[in-house]
């Protein structure tokens, strides 16, 4: 780890942070992003449980509503991965998950 001086204030050189909830890393963050993103969308999901087990919502209002909470945590800023078929992969296995 790296120290730096800036003007007063002293810094370092980390191999990885969080900046407004992505991860950035030094060899690009995908894998840590996804996996990250995965953990969230999951929480989500696991958060929304008395909505799935209602049976006076119907499965068009409970789809809606996944689309709008889990999907959208799960897919925030994924212009930025560099996108292969193993992260499409895990991301396809999560939203299957999710909608069994």
Not at 54 to 62: D, R, T, W
């Amino acid at each position: 780890m790296q120290k730096f001086r800036f003007e007063e204030t002293e810094t370092e050189d980390v191999g990885s942070f969080v900046y407004l909830g992505s991860v950035v890393s030094e060899s690009g963050g995908t894998e840590e992003d996804v996996a990250s993103r995965i953990k969230k969308a999951n929480g989500v999901f696991v958060q929304l449980h008395p909505v799935w087990r209602n049976l006076n919502i119907s499965k068009q209002v409970k789809i809606r509503i996944f689309i709008t909470n889990v999907k959208s945590v799960l897919l925030y800023a994924c212009e930025t991965w560099k996108t292969t078929n193993q992260i499409t992969r895990r991301l396809q296995i999560l939203v299957n998950e999710c909608l069994r």
